[in-house]
């Protein structure tokens, strides 16, 4: 069955940093479009920040502009969210997702089970 994973969630303090990766099962990410979302407790899932297929990144979240990164490895296997200054806010079940035509702020055609990252001192 084709599915995306996620890895990395935990918890960590603030100002600390984690690193999320997605990867893919029965598929490879190379050719596809992977996006990050959160999903807080008590409020509605949000998108946070999507790597298109050609490396093109777009950012859904403006709260974690300049803290929060999209990557791929060079074998295009993996799509990595590096997370740093973490907040109390950024806690959250975070999913990434993976479309064969574009980044967007919900259409997705894989999703992942989520991991939970709790930032608390």
């Known amino acids: 069955q084709l599915h995306v994973v996620e890895s990395g969630g935990g918890m960590v303090q603030p100002g600390g940093s984690l690193r999320l990766s997605c990867t893919a099962s029965?598929?490879?990410?190379?050719?596809?479009?992977v996006g990050w979302f959160r999903q807080a407790p008590g409020k509605e899932r949000e998108g946070v920040i999507c790597i298109s297929s050609s490396g093109d990144i777009t950012n859904y979240a403006d709260s974690v502009k300049g803290r929060f990164t999209i990557s791929r490895d060079s074998a295009k296997t993996t799509v990595y969210l590096q997370m740093n200054s973490l907040k109390h806010e950024d806690t959250a079940v975070y999913y990434c997702a993976a479309d064969p035509i574009r980044c967007s702020n919900a259409d997705y055609v894989y999703w992942g089970q989520g991991t939970k990252d709790a930032v608390s001192s």
């Open positions: 029965g598929f490879t990410l190379d050719y596809y479009a």
